[in-house]
């Protein structure tokens, strides 16, 4: 394993380089959510082949990465992945990008194709929440801070199931401790992202994640995403909430890992 900064312009970007060493190995990316870091992966990459080459990264204001001043614009997120993208080498890759991660993914998959050649959009939209919602959710977090937060956001992310296991608590932290200058530049990304026409034109194989009890972005919103690109398959999961990578990382793996054979990336 190999971690890497980035440069931005000043700004750092924290990636993480796991499995093959070799730079011409299929490639994986991933990117993950709101409020976490590059951890959420863990436990699905223990599942995935050997022969891939696997790099994960944080996102601006989270994780391990610079925190500037907040707020974000969507396309300096995409931005920031393809320069993780063109330092590593990564050519070719499977994008798989979790909510915020999934809007990365199809800003970057529309501006670059040679660095995505399929994507995985888990959990994720076209277009999430509205702009009074997530200004409502930047004032929240400027008035009482992070832990505020936290019991919605549970509920949100996780089953029932899940949020009665001792697991909880860890991924609760995570959470809390996510710089809120972080947290809120990226809610104001989100809010400002439409990509229903920009999505529509993308002509590439895709896999649609969705989790049964994912109350961030249900079902049919995410179903509706899957209908907007020709050929995508739709996958639920059953029993799983916003982040079926940290609820059930073997058969989340195993989606993963089925749609790379079928486009023969393993
Ligand atoms: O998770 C994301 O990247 C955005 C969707 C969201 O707001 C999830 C949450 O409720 O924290």
Not at 5 to 24: C, F, K, M, P, T
Not at 41 to 48: E, N, R, S
Not at 102 to 122: E, T, Y
Not at 223 to 234: K, M, N, W, Y
Request: charged share 25%; with cysteine.
């Amino acid at each position: 394993m190999q971690d890497h900064r980035v440069d931005r312009g000043g700004l750092s970007i924290h990636a993480r380089i796991s499995g093959s060493e070799d730079a011409n190995a299929p490639t994986v990316v991933f990117a993950n959510s709101l409020g976490t870091d590059l951890r959420i992966w863990d436990d699905v990459v223990a599942h995935l082949p050997e022969t891939l080459r696997i790099v994960r990264f944080d996102k601006r204001g989270h994780g391990l990465s610079s925190v500037p001043p907040a707020p974000y614009a969507m396309g300096a997120l995409v931005t920031d992945a393809e320069a993780v993208c063109d330092e590593l080498d990564v050519r070719d890759c499977v994008f798989v990008g979790l909510s915020i991660g999934g809007l990365i993914a199809q800003g970057l998959a529309v501006k670059r194709m040679d660095i995505v050649r399929a994507m995985v959009l888990s959990n994720t939209a076209a277009k999430i929440g509205t702009p009074s919602l997530w200004e409502a959710r930047i004032e929240a977090v400027k008035a009482h801070g992070m832990d505020n937060l936290a019991d919605g956001v549970m509920e949100r992310w996780f089953s029932r199931r899940f949020r009665e296991s001792d697991d909880l608590a860890t991924w609760r932290q995570h959470l809390i401790d996510c710089p809120p200058e972080g947290y809120i530049g990226c809610c104001a990304a989100i809010s400002g992202t439409d990509f229903y026409s920009s999505t529509a034109s993308l002509r590439l194989p895709t896999l649609v994640i969705a989790g049964s009890e994912d109350k961030a972005t249900p079902p049919d919103l995410v179903r509706e995403t899957a209908d907007l690109i020709p050929g995508a398959r739709f996958e639920l999961m059953r029993g799983s909430g916003h982040l079926p990578c940290i609820e059930h990382p073997q058969d989340y793996a195993d989606l993963l890992t089925g749609f790379l054979k079928e486009i023969g990336h393993v």
